[in-house]
């Protein structure tokens, strides 16, 4: 049952087609038509609705910009459908409308259910609908990592598993190696920053400043510095105040303020108004008693001591020297302190964490090849299988004689992790490197694919794999670009037989040039041109009966009306309807 399926797609101003639609069914569908009649296009339009590269030379000649816009049912729940609402997406009658814009200038932009999206979120959900492929992802398939991937792929959670937690392992080996690279390159710096701070430390206990000492020293350097001025405005304020000894007769203003009260505390009786001056009066004279008091107190007290004041200033130079070096004021000396002790303890104790990241560094080696032999037993495990499967569908691609295998090996590496009593290279995916090997006849030894294999075989190889992953990790739509290229005969009716085979899991599309393939499909599309070169609506039709019959002649004799190509391709349409 096909989870999703792509319904249609219109493509607008993008290279020779014009405007055109294409209708695409939920099995197998074949396009055909002459070379450069733009068939190709319909690989390139899904490309772009997936999010692929936009190039502004694909839009048409004479055009401001190419749209293409597709329609892909996708049932409720569906992962690639939870991410689209996530972004705002709306359904129009259960179907997902995906859209892509290129200017001739070069903008791109996507729309998704009606929403303005990035275009790297329909990259995200092309992982989940569609998987395209062409003579470029063939290249892909020759990569060895690429391979290793497919493999991890095919695996599933026996390797999922323990490739998660080698991942998690080997990032906190990488970040536990940099620290402990950090802390020993960098020792002679550290070792002198440490020097620094205890020297600085030291200077600072020497002296043992309190913290707000320097505004007190301050204060009383300014009451020492003036003590004989200051001494002499006390006594003449308190004369003032309370009177000179040495003149009875002067007036002060303790005595003018005792008479003003005894004036009116004589008749304070008569007048309430009275009587309350008479009483602020009465605390006038008492304020004057206190302050007079006081100031005859600080007279006596202050002392001018020249030899205080010297030893004032000298512990004022002595913390100066420190704010000179360590902060404005012994506020932020006393902070300095108390970070530089910290630091200084931190930069003490490198040895001892010296010693921990370089036990961790350890364990983890010893974790990480564990994992990594974790990982290569289930690769080889799954390699075994994966092989005989893909091997098996060879035998049906007219390949009967071929071998799949894997070569899975490790290099020795003295720097490396112990995986199976070796020394070995490892890397964030383990310590396996992984190689699909074909052996395309009796006798041939096993060669990688990139050697073993030529155009058409490669091509049967990569529609083996498609299938084999059908069968574990289906996607809903399979697209294929010239799957068959360097393929004719017999080989080209297995894949027919075979594409046709994945289409009752999967939605499958094929650009095809091979009547042997497209006489497989359940429907056919047919990409044309006008006179004027360019593909229009009515230039992608569905091809049924007669019409049928004739183009699948055209592709065998290039005659449409040959009668012994019409019988040929009769032919292949019963072969083919008998055989599903």
Partial sequence: MVCSVLEEMRIRSLGVIDDAVVELSPGFTAVTGETGAGKTMVVTSLGLLLGGRADPALVRIGAEKAVVEGRIAVPAHAAALVRAEEAGAELDDGALLISRTVSAEGRSRAHLGGRSVPVGLLAELADDLVAVHGQTDQQGLLKP????????????????????KY??????????????????????ERAQEADLLRYGLEEIAAVEPRAGEDV??????????????????????????????????????????AGAHRALEAVRSHDPALAGLADRIGEIGILLGDVAGELAGYADDLDADPLRLAAVEERRAALTGLTRKYGEDVGA??????????????????????????????????????????LTDARSEAAERFAAAVTAELASLAMPHARVSFDIRQTEDPEGVEVGGRTVAYGPSG??????????????????????????????????????????????????????AGVGGKAAVEIGRR?????????????????????????????????DGSVTRSGVKVLEGEERVRELSRMLAGQEDSETARAHAEELLAAARADL
Avoid: C
């Fill in 145 to 164: 990592a690429r391979q290793r991937q497919a493999l991890d792929r095919y695996a599933g959670d026996a390797v999922a598993g323990p490739l998660d």
């Fill in 167 to 188: 991942t998690e392992a080997y990032r906190r080996l990488r970040a536990v190696v940099a620290e402990l690279d950090e802390i020993t390159t960098r020792a002679r």
């Fill in 431 to 484: 310590a396996d490197e992984v190689e699909l090997l074909l052996a395309p006849h009796p006798g041939a030894p096993p060669r990688p694919i990139a050697k073993g294999a030529s155009g058409g075989e490669l091509s049967r190889v990569m529609l083996a794999v498609e299938v084999v992953f059908a069968g574990t990790d289906p996607v809903p739509t399979y697209l294929f670009d010239e799957v068959d």
């Fill in 333 to 374: 000396v006393l902070a300095w302190a108390e970070q530089s002790a910290a630091r200084l303890t931190e930069l003490d104790g490198d040895d001892e964490r010296i010693g921990e990241l370089a036990a961790e560094r350890d364990a983890l080696r010893t974790e990480l090849g564990a994992l990594a032999q974790a």
């Fill in 499 to 531: 594409l046709a085979k994945l289409a009752r899991t999967a939605q499958v599309v094929v650009v095809t040039h091979l009547p042997q393939v497209a006489a497989f499909a359940d429907r056919q599309l047919l990409v044309e041109k006008t006179n």
């Fill in 216 to 257: 007190e020293l301050a204060e009383e350097a300014e009451r020492l510095g003036h003590a004989e001025a200051l001494s002499s405005a006390a006594t003449v304020a308190h004369a003032a105040l309370a009177g000179n000894p040495e003149d009875p007769e002067g007036i002060d203003a303790a005595t003018l303020v």
